[in-house]
T-cell receptor, first 118, second 115 residues
């Protein structure tokens, strides 16, 4: 149980284009999903927290107009990198937290999406 | 201020030997503590967590961790390491349970188990 998927697993795009990454909780409902960014050999940096049906909360320094987050259902959140540039190249990881039960504080992570912007 | 610290960037251990990956935290109150493992180009896999109760927590793949409040530590341990345990390990904390409930990660420790 507690499986989170991400699609695509990797994507290469041209500078200036937009890329959408999907995060799905496959066997549980997630009232809260998180988006992280990870640079090589570094820890995860929280970008934003999204709650189903409401606007995402962005961490300081993260441009909300560049990284659009939509959490339209209890099993799906999307991250759209708009007008991507090479400096946006990174490993993006989502996580989802179940909405009820004793494990409400355990986040389950997706496999990540490798974005390369040329 | 950093909430959680992993003092070792790299830990090497021989297969079959016990392993320890260190983690200390610096938050007040009663934090929730977690260990995750990351294999190359993969997301994080949950290993174990401490919320309350018994200080020794047992998790996946034979790992365990001991919560030590006096030393503010939550070291990850395994009695006998396997080559397949080689991966990047992250300690994480929720500093104030019940509030934002967001994970703060340590910097990670690369574990290499040598055959």
């Amino acid at each position: 149980g507690a499986v989170v998927s991400q699609h695509p697993s990797w994507v290469i795009c041209k500078s200036g284009t937009s890329v959408k990454i999907e995060c799905r909780s496959l066997d549980f409902q997630a009232t809260t999903m998180f988006w992280y960014r990870q640079f090589p050999k570094q820890s995860l940096m929280l970008m934003a927290t999204s709650n189903e049906g409401s606007k995402a909360t962005y961490e300081q320094g993260v441009e909300k107009d560049k990284f659009l987050i939509n959490h339209a259902s209890l099993t799906l959140s999307t991250l759209t990198v708009t007008s991507a540039h090479p400096e946006d190249s990174s490993f993006y990881i989502c996580s989802a937290r179940p909405g009820s039960g004793t494990s409400t504080d355990t986040q389950y992570f997706g496999p990540g999406t490798r974005l390369t912007v040329l | 201020a950093q909430s959680v610290a992993q003092p070792e960037d790299q830990v090497n251990v021989a297969e079959g030997n016990p392993l320890t990956v260190k983690c200390t935290y610096s938050v007040s109150g009663n934090p929730y503590l977690f260990w995750y493992v990351q294999y190359p180009n993969r997301g994080l896999q949950f290993l174990l967590k401490y919320i309350t109760g018994d200080n020794l927590v047992k998790g996946s793949y034979g790992f365990e961790a001991e919560f030590n409040k006096s030393q503010t530590s939550f070291h990850l341990k395994k009695p006998s390491a396997l080559v397949s345990d080689s991966a990047l390990y992250f300690c994480a904390v929720i500093p104030t349970p019940g509030s934002a409930r967001q994970l703060t990660f340590g910097s990670g420790t690369q574990l290499t188990v040598l055959p």
